[in-house]
């Protein structure tokens, strides 16, 4: 690992410490995992104002599994493409039951072969219910990545690759954790706050200000 890429995980985690947190409230790994279907194209905060009564509502794998999907649909529909998602949300909770005995599985080929889990997903899985060292690449770590030089890359596969050579494993989901946090706060899209970065003198950013 490079002088540069030391420095830059060193302030992260002097600025955000290095506690791992999950941003979807959840209680069970099946739970999470829904949460996580739910959240494509959606806020954390908008999916968690939903499970809060959908968890409820639906408290066993075995409840959504059964579900009807038009009423699931209903339930679901403030966290945008809720046909889809709701579709997904019964064949992966069916899956779960019937394959996997009420499980959420480990590894990246069984997780992603569930209805509604990309690689993104089952990353968040294998990160935050097991431990397992994984990238997930949502908009604020391939934005803040390409900017800090990690990677010139835009699609998410090439950029987990890419993150994979550069940083050490011990921080393969710290990073994500960190990154989203800096994304939301500082490195933003548009009009990023660079005056307040503490990251600016070593950031390789076009756009910094």
């Known amino acids: 690992m490079g002088k540069r890429t030391n420095e830059i995980l060193k302030r992260l985690d002097d600025e955000y410490g290095t506690d791992y947190i999950c941003y979807l409230n959840h209680e069970t790994p099946w739970q999470l995992l829904i949460a996580v279907i739910l959240s494509a194209q959606c806020t954390d905060a908008r999916v968690n104002i939903v499970t809060k009564d959908l968890f409820k509502k639906y408290d066993t794998l075995e409840k959504f599994a059964e579900a009807d999907v038009k009423e699931l649909e209903k339930d679901i529909h403030s966290t945008g493409f809720y046909h ?15 394959k996997h005995n009420g499980e959420v599985p480990r590894t990246l080929e069984e997780l992603t072969a569930l209805a509604g889990v990309g690689r993104k997903t089952a990353n968040v899985i294998r990160g935050n219910i097991y431990h397992d060292p994984s990238i997930v690449v949502d908009t604020h770590v391939k934005r803040i990545s390409r900017r800090l030089g990690f990677t010139k890359n835009d699609d998410p596969v090439k950029v987990e690759l890419d993150l994979m050579k550069v940083l050490p494993k011990n921080h393969w989901i710290l990073y994500n954790i960190q990154i989203i946090t800096f994304g939301r706060s500082i490195c933003f899209a548009r009009n990023p ?17």
Request: proline residues 0%; charged residues 40%; aromatic residues 4%.
């Open 84 to 98: 889809n998602k709701a579709k997904n949300i019964i064949a992966c909770a069916k899956a779960l039951v019937e």
């Open 193 to 209: 706050k660079c005056g307040d970065c503490f990251l600016k003198d070593i950031c390789k950013s076009e756009d910094k200000k």
